[in-house]
């Protein structure tokens, strides 16, 4: 096993190597106070574990663990610090192992077999075996290997998923750190850095399983998500509304496909603040196309269909007054009027929760409604 040691004082690389030299199944060949990954690549090829410390004055040690991981996933990282294991677990930490000074012998040689465990387990093969996945992010995220068969992410935090949808919600762009640590700890006071560098480095790891679907890249100061025979369901949902030809008897069929594709609003599931302007629009472009294909089989006299989508739309968004006063007609049209007194009320209830008032119009025509069937029963 090969090591590379990282440590801004001289006497505790010395230390380090001397004991790791006693155990003898391991050959440091790198000592560094400063390591430069670009110019030290060919040695970092040869390496199996780094040994960092936390706390240096160029770089901090999680830093510079994620950039390691980004140049290869596949090193162990140990972490060598001063401080007590209360302040490690703070950090909340999933490194193949920490060490705490002055090192112990017997301490160290657990944090090798740790490091050989870990060898083994990244030399299993990622859970995707083809070319295909699919990231769900209706409703909540998923990932999809094969038709209908699904894979879900442990994440070691609520943070580092959170990051990630952000990341994914911005493919290909640079998001800057800074912007990162404002939007997603946005009250934290100490160590937001620290926590950026910890939940990159989760993102790395899990995202390590799916081979080179994902590249997560350190780009000036930011960090940029690549993906590779990705498909993601709002967006090609998104695509397939924009592509669609107009409504009539020969595509609707193809609406009604397309439309099952959008199995609920992004990400409805997360409190994220970031995505409600965009969870609002796309479930704009589905309410649009839904009223579309309503107002079709609404021409087609096709009332059953008509009800199913204008129910769907209440459904999605129960403020919907449009949705609720074409089935209030309908049901009274066909004499349902238990019917209509749910659905005024239902639309009553959905508004007076937002503190909306309920359109004039429909006032009207529903006293109108009710006036007229009290003298059909005289």
């Known amino acids: 096993m090969k090591a590379i040691l990282v440590d801004d004082e001289p006497l505790a690389l010395d230390f380090l190597e001397h004991q790791l030299n006693k155990l003898g199944n391991i050959d440091v060949i790198g000592k560094f106070v400063n390591l430069d990954i670009r110019n030290r690549s060919p040695l970092l090829e040869e390496a199996d574990v780094v040994f960092l410390d936390i706390e240096m004055p160029e770089i901090n040690g999680l830093e510079l663990a994620e950039q390691l991981l980004e140049f290869d996933s596949s090193l162990s990282i140990v972490f060598v610090t001063a401080f007590n294991e209360y302040a490690i677990q703070a950090f909340d930490l999933n490194v193949v192992d920490y060490v705490l000074k002055p090192i112990q012998l017997d301490r160290l ?86 926590q950026l560098y910890t939940a990159i480095y989760h993102i790395r790891k899990a995202l390590d399983q799916f081979g080179n679907h994902f590249t997560l890249k350190n780009v000036q100061h930011g960090y940029t998500l690549f993906v590779e025979n990705v498909f993601i369901d709002i967006l090609e949902w998104e695509n397939s509304v924009k592509t669609a030809p107009p409504i009539h008897t020969e595509t609707i069929e193809y609406y009604e496909t397309m439309m099952v594709m959008y199995t609920g609003p992004y990400l409805e599931v997360y409190d994220y603040v970031w995505a409600e302007t965009e969870r609002y629009r796309l479930e704009q472009l589905w309410i649009n196309t839904a009223y579309k294909m309503a107002g ?74 009710t006036r007229n069937k009290s003298l059909s029963k005289k």
């Open 109 to 194: 040689q657990r944090t090798l077999e740790r490091v050989e465990m870990n060898a083994t387990k990244q030399q299993s093969k990622p859970v995707t075996t083809n070319n295909y996945l699919q990231i769900n992010v209706c409703r909540e995220l998923t990932f999809e290997l094969a038709k209908g068969k699904f894979y879900n992410i442990q994440w070691r935090t609520a943070k580092a998923q959170e990051v990630f949808l952000y990341l994914l919600h911005n493919i290909g762009k640079t998001i800057r750190k800074a912007e990162l640590i404002e939007l997603i700890w946005p009250i934290e006071q100490n160590r937001t850095y620290s």
């Open 296 to 369: 079709f089989y609404l021409k087609q006299r096709n009332m059953e269909m008509m009800e199913a989508w204008y129910v769907k739309i209440s459904d999605l968004r129960p403020e919907e007054e449009d949705a609720h006063f074409y089935l209030m007609k309908l049901y009274a049209e066909l004499g349902y009027g238990l019917l209509v007194n749910h659905q005024y009320a239902r639309l009553n209830d959905a508004l007076q929760e937002l503190g909306l008032e309920m359109s004039a119009p429909i006032k009207s025509w529903y006293e109108q409604w």
